[in-house]
């Protein structure tokens, strides 16, 4: 069934004509209740459009949020069977859309992703992975199509963890750990995680890597295998001050502006407190460093904040002086032209972001795997870079498809 939505949007006598056919069991066979949900689907879709512009279609409004930008083919399938969706466009909008009563559809495919990254690397049989995919997409998984699936899965997340890539001005690089099964005995991996942002101000995740070597060579490797695909152009780095990552980063970008993260100065910084009730003023003083508007101001105040805690928190105060100008690299990175990057490249935190959505979405796929007796453990590396990868391939994609993160 195909339809005008943007006239049906003014029709609201058809919407109430509609709502009927989904709850009596008298719509006119399954053919045309699917057609019913498809066009509701599509108006609710475009009526949250017209909420996030704060307008309706040819309207002209001064509280404006962006421009309807067309729509997006999209087939969603559903116990009913697959439905032809059109998604809504915006372009100039705040922020991101992307209608809400869509967005279960999207959770299904990748939980159906997720699950047979992680299930089909568990050797579990493909009828037992096709009968955890219908529970967690409601519908019907043949074996055929999970085997089929998984393949097409590999294939797809090689690809893009080798991509070709290009200039990237700014590199954020962090890692997480996962459990690892080794001989038998139980291990931390390594996770490391690369997300760049190129000159056209957008972020995507560059790369990923699991290891049980050591740090400071699993980080070595990490950054030049980015350089063999192409990266270029890198201005600054922003990580933690991991000793491994931190050795490795000036072997392999040794002329690079580093950025400590402000955010684990801060926390580094109250280890070195003394009391507890001095905690507070400890991080309000890194804070109006942090805050300062240039180099200068900053280092001047971090001066004061040296020699303030000089007698009362020896420790701290010499702490303070070695470290807290690792994180100042961003005044004399980035020039005044482009003041408005300092604040969103001062920390990891977009990519603590990325790690913190990584593990809800395992710990929801474990949920389903002690249902089915499935070992919560990574049983290889591989079968952990698998699942990281899938996760990290659908936010990168989304990423690149929103809007840019820094404007040059």
Not at 97 to 126: C, I, N
Not at 268 to 288: I, W
Not at 332 to 337: D, R, V
Request: charged share 25%; proline share 2%; with cysteine.
């Amino acid at each position: 069934m195909t339809c005008d939505i943007e006239n049906t949007i003014e029709n609201d006598a058809l919407v109430l004509a509609l709502l009927p056919l989904l709850t009596s069991g008298h719509g006119g066979g399954s053919d045309r209740l699917r057609s019913t949900v498809e066009l509701l689907l599509n108006l609710a879709a475009l009526l949250e459009r017209e909420q996030h512009l704060q307008a309706a279609p040819y309207e002209r409004t001064q509280g404006r949020n962006g421009h309807a930008n067309g729509f997006k083919d999209k087939t969603l399938r559903t116990r009913l069977g697959d439905l032809s969706l059109q998604v809504p466009q915006v372009r100039g909008s705040s922020e991101p859309f992307y209608p809400k009563s869509l967005e279960k559809g999207l959770r299904s495919e990748r939980a159906l992703k997720l699950a047979l990254a992680e299930m089909y690397v568990q050797g579990v049989s493909t009828r037992k992975v096709a009968a955890i995919t219908e529970q967690l997409c409601g519908f019907e998984v043949t074996s055929t199509q999970v085997s089929r699936a998984a393949a097409e899965l590999d294939e797809q997340i090689e690809a893009w963890r080798n991509r070709p890539l290009g200039e990237m001005p700014y590199l954020i690089l962090d890692a997480r750990y996962e459990r690892v099964r080794q001989g038998g005995v139980v291990r931390k991996a390594a996770v490391l995680i690369a997300i760049g942002i190129g000159t056209d101000g957008k972020r995507q995740i560059l790369g990923v890597s699991v290891s049980l070597s050591e740090h400071e060579v699993h980080w070595r490797d990490f950054m030049r295998s980015l350089i063999a695909r192409g990266l270029s152009g890198v201005r600054l780095i922003v990580s933690d001050g991991h000793d491994g990552l931190k050795a490795a980063r000036q072997a392999v970008f040794g002329s690079v502006s580093w950025q400590r993260c402000q955010f684990h100065l801060q926390q580094n910084a109250q280890a070195y407190v003394p009391k507890q009730e001095m905690k507070a003023q400890v991080a309000a003083d890194l804070r109006a460093v942090f805050d300062a508007t240039d180099l200068s101001t900053a280092e001047a105040l971090l001066s004061a904040a040296v020699e303030r805690y000089a007698a009362s928190a020896p420790k701290l105060s010499a702490w303070m002086e070695e470290n807290v100008s690792e994180g100042l690299a961003v005044f004399s990175a980035i020039g005044t032209e482009h003041a408005s990057h300092r604040r969103r490249l001062r920390t990891t935190n977009g990519l603590e972001r990325v790690n913190k959505e990584v593990s809800n979405l395992r710990s929801k796929l474990a949920e389903v795997k002690r249902r089915t007796r499935v070992a919560t453990l990574f049983p290889s590396e591989a079968s952990c870079l698998r699942l990281v990868s899938a996760v990290l391939m659908e936010i990168s994609d989304e990423w690149e498809a929103g809007k840019a993160y820094l404007t040059f």
